[in-house]
């Protein structure tokens, strides 16, 4: 019902900056929420932001003041703009998108992941 496909990892030093985009597809008008996450090596899949069909936004701690999430409508992406990285932001950041199918009904979709890798 909603596709998803996440650009604009890659590689930076330290003290760099990123933005990822997410571009969403389908049923977009029926969205809730939608949010990063990410997934280092070994590591459990973590939220980083979130914001809501409302724009309310929460970030995980170790996010807050560097990383800023925000909505294009009009072009049906997301964005994750990342300050000051640092390496232990190295991760596959997935976009994710909670939507409603039937009233009262919710459905998730995550996309492929794009790969952001930050050099000491």
Known sequence: QVQL????GGLVQAGGSLR???????????INAMGWY???????RELVAT??????TNYADSAKGRF?????????????QMNSLKPEDTAVYYCN????????ITRASWGQGT??????
């Open 5 to 8: 496909v996440e650009s604009g």
């Open 68 to 80: 800023t999430i925000s909505r294009d409508n009009a072009k049906n992406t997301m964005y994750l």
């Open 20 to 30: 990822l985009s997410c571009a969403a597809s389908g049923s977009t008008f029926s």
């Open 97 to 104: 998108v909670v939507y409603t199918v039937v009233f009262g």
């Open 51 to 56: 914001i809501s069909s409302g724009g309310s």
């Open 38 to 44: 990410r997934q280092a090596p070994g590591k459990q």
């Open 115 to 120: 790969q952001v890798t930050v050099s000491s």
